[in-house]
């Protein structure tokens, strides 16, 4: 589910299908690749979410959200992809999140057959770099029976994300409908307590690889700045989530973020650094394969432009 646009009036006038093409559900495990460097990144997909309108956009007017989408109707229900980023470069293989696992959705978690399909052995990853601890980003730490998935890789997160998913008031200070979000990521921690390394933002995480401060949507949100190729790549996670809403409408506020202000304000700044600094993206969520760039508007708007990756 891309759109392939050449200049900027193509753009316009594509966001109308690119906006119907975000209400149908299902990804292949099609494999999105691009160069960087002297490395690849891969884009696996591991299925899709459904997500309630009223979860995502909660009390925007549906016919405002029509509008921006350009539908008669505002759906019910969203159902974005979920793209999971692999750097393959020198003896590394370098994971950026590891997608939901077989206990949250069962549209999603299906990063283990994208794997395969790649010919990748999850053993032989070397690094799992989290953007944040949401179900769709680990959960997939384990396999069907609670084993770690990636047994012999350093993991690595940013110290505020761990300190607020493993506090022991997190569960108290959580909505009753997201409670399961915290049991779920305390439940899996101490697996990898022995092998995590914590960091700041600005750190290099691994040679070439920047952490980006990108929190509002959780605490401790992190993008991450692959450098070494012509261009540097981000990879977002779920600082943009949505190919219309997120760019057009960076000041909706976003009903997953846990920080709704904070998320809106690092929006409008992410979008600002990826158009000035000419920066490709990555989105976990937008259309798979989810690479892409973002263009300028005007009045503080935006627009995201799919890139081939084949």
Same mark, same amino acid.
């Given at each position: 589910?891309?759109?392939?646009?050449?200049?900027?009036?193509?753009?316009?006038?594509?966001?109308?299908? +690119?906006?119907?093409?975000?209400?149908?559900?299902?990804?292949? =495990?099609?494999?999105?690749?691009?160069?960087?460097?002297? %490395?690849?990144?891969?884009?696996?997909?591991?299925?899709? +979410?459904?997500?309630?309108?009223?979860?995502?956009?909660?009390?925007?007017?549906?016919?405002?959200?029509?509008?921006?989408?350009?539908?008669?109707?505002?759906?019910?229900?969203?159902?974005?992809?979920?793209?999971?980023?692999?750097?393959?470069?020198?003896?590394?293989?370098?994971?950026?999140?590891?997608?939901?696992?077989?206990?949250?959705?069962?549209?999603?978690?299906?990063?283990?057959?994208?794997?395969?399909?790649? %010919?990748?052995?999850?053993?032989?990853?070397?690094?799992?770099?989290?953007?944040? #601890?949401?179900?769709?980003? =680990?959960?997939?730490?384990?396999?069907?029976?609670?084993?770690? +998935? =990636?047994?012999?890789?350093?993991?690595?997160?940013?110290?505020?994300?761990?300190?607020?998913?493993?506090?022991?008031?997190? +569960?108290?200070?959580?909505?009753? #409908?997201?409670?399961? =979000?915290?049991?779920? #990521?305390?439940?899996?921690?101490?697996?990898?307590?022995?092998?995590?390394? &914590?960091?700041?933002?600005?750190?290099?995480?691994?040679?070439?690889?920047?952490?980006?401060?990108?929190? %509002?949507?959780?605490?401790?949100?992190?993008?991450?700045?692959?450098?070494?190729?012509?261009?540097?790549?981000?990879?977002?996670?779920?600082?943009?989530?949505?190919?219309?809403?997120?760019?057009?409408?960076?000041?909706?506020?976003?009903?997953?973020?846990?920080?709704?202000?904070?998320?809106?304000?690092?929006?409008?700044?992410?979008?600002?650094?990826?158009?000035?600094?000419?920066?490709?993206?990555?989105?976990?969520? &937008?259309?798979?394969?989810?690479?892409?760039?973002?263009?300028? #508007?005007?009045?503080?708007?935006?627009?995201?432009?799919?890139?081939?990756?084949?």
């Amino acid at each position: 589910m891309t759109m392939m646009v050449p200049n900027r009036r193509d753009i316009l006038t594509g966001m109308a299908a +690119l906006g119907s093409s975000m209400l149908l559900g299902g990804s292949s =495990f099609a494999l999105g690749r691009h160069g960087v460097g002297d %490395g690849e990144l891969l884009m696996l997909s591991d299925g899709n +979410l459904t997500l309630p309108l009223s979860f995502v956009l909660p009390g925007r007017p549906e016919a405002e959200i029509a509008t921006a989408l350009m539908v008669e109707e505002a759906p019910e229900a969203l159902t974005p992809d979920c793209n999971v980023t692999l750097l393959r470069r020198g003896d590394k293989l370098i994971l950026f999140d590891v997608g939901s696992g077989p206990n949250f959705m069962p549209s999603a978690g299906e990063l283990p057959n994208a794997l395969e399909e790649a %010919g990748i052995d999850p053993q032989d990853v070397t690094d799992v770099v989290f953007t944040h #601890a949401h179900p769709d980003h =680990f959960w997939g730490l384990t396999d069907d029976f609670g084993d770690l +998935l =990636f047994p012999d890789a350093a993991y690595h997160m940013s110290e505020a994300e761990w300190a607020y998913w493993s506090a022991e008031d997190t +569960l108290e200070k959580t909505p009753e #409908a997201r409670k399961t =979000f915290v049991v779920g #990521a305390q439940n899996r921690m101490p697996l990898i307590e022995e092998q995590i390394s &914590l960091f700041q933002p600005g750190a290099e995480i691994v040679a070439g690889i920047e952490a980006m401060d990108t929190s %509002g949507h959780t605490p401790g949100h992190i993008s991450f700045v692959v450098h070494g190729g012509d261009r540097p790549v981000l990879i977002g996670g779920d600082a943009l989530t949505h190919p219309i809403i997120s760019f057009a409408h960076p000041e909706w506020e976003s009903g997953s973020d846990t920080d709704p202000q904070k998320g809106i304000a690092t929006r409008k700044m992410l979008l600002d650094r990826l158009v000035s600094d000419d920066i490709a993206l990555i989105g976990f969520h &937008l259309p798979h394969p989810g690479f892409g760039h973002a263009e300028n #508007a005007g009045d503080g708007a935006y627009v995201f432009v799919t890139d081939p990756a084949g």
